[in-house]
């Protein structure tokens, strides 16, 4: 039997019933944190790997291997990292009318967590964000009449299979006046998106296993929508007097279409008036083993 896949079977079953008794409150957080101190025993596991193969007996190099994984969980176990979970703070995430803005480019780079984005008030953007683990970063820059927004969520850890009981909330705001160019990179995460109502030019979505639901409006003469995901539960609403495009990469994942007529042409899905319609959305969807629902309204 191969020893490489001895090892990573060892270590495979000893993750799988740490994080098991991590969720049911058998371990603490800084259990984690002292089992990451040792990740360099990574590299001492596979040089004693490639050094066993010139070797007559090998099960000298397995016992120590074995042996060097084991010594991890007991230390991390018994000599936790002391942890004191944060509390949650609120960040205010306004940022106010510029009458000179004629386009704005927002980018989300976040971990796990919920987020929101609709329609707000007179403000560029509105809204909060709120935390128990991490904090928000903002970066704001103009380049003529355009304005360039970025919010960073910056912590410790960006998904919640470590730290237990994280929260993390973004509720955003937006003028239904401004043309915005959207981007969002954002982990194992709950993502609204309700933008019917917000002139949309682009949108690019790059998540983990998440679910994912957005409402597109049409103030736009031609949206451009991208949606790179996981395993995740996608539901897209588009209105009925837009002209409709749609590609799939994913042979795995699931397509229903509900309340709208698309004719497949070639590798894509479109409505038939598409062409000579004057309101166009183009979605490009790559996902992995996912169910992908689209609804006309």
Do not use: C
């Amino acid at each position: 039997m191969n020893l490489l896949n001895i090892i990573w079977g060892i270590i495979l079953i000893f993750l799988g019933i740490t994080i098991i008794a991590s969720k049911f409150g058998y371990l603490s957080q800084g259990f984690w944190l002292r089992l990451l101190d040792f990740w360099p025993l990574i590299f001492i596991i596979i040089g004693l790997n490639i050094i066993s193969k010139n070797a007559k007996r090998r099960l000298p190099f397995t016992l120590i291997i074995l042996i060097l994984i084991i010594i991890p969980f007991i230390v991390a176990i018994v000599n936790p990292v002391p942890y004191v979970k944060q509390q949650e703070v609120r960040e205010d995430m306004t940022v106010p009318f510029d009458p000179s803005v004629k386009e704005v480019f927002l980018n989300i780079d976040g971990g796990a967590g919920n987020f929101r984005i609709s329609r707000g008030g007179k403000d560029i953007s509105s809204g909060s964000f709120s935390s128990n683990y991490a904090k928000l970063i903002k970066e704001i820059s103009k380049k003529g009449e355009k304005l360039h927004i970025k919010y960073i969520t910056e912590g410790i850890f960006k998904r919640d299979i470590i730290v237990r009981d994280v929260k993390t909330t973004m509720n955003l705001l937006l003028n239904d006046d401004i043309p915005y160019i959207i981007g969002l990179k954002i982990g194992a995460s709950s993502l609204d998106l309700e933008l019917s109502s917000i002139v949309v030019k682009e949108l690019k979505v790059d998540a983990g296993a998440s679910s994912i639901d957005i409402k597109l409006g049409n103030k736009s003469p031609l949206q451009y929508v991208s949606i790179k995901a996981g395993a995740s539960d996608i539901n897209i609403r588009v209105p009925k007097n837009s002209g409709i495009k749609i590609k799939f990469d994913g042979g795995l994942s699931s397509k229903k279409f509900h309340n709208i007529e698309l004719i497949k042409r070639d590798d894509t899905y479109e409505t038939e008036d598409y062409e000579s319609s004057n309101k166009k959305i183009e979605i490009d969807i790559s996902a992995g083993v996912s169910s992908i629902d689209i609804y006309g309204y």
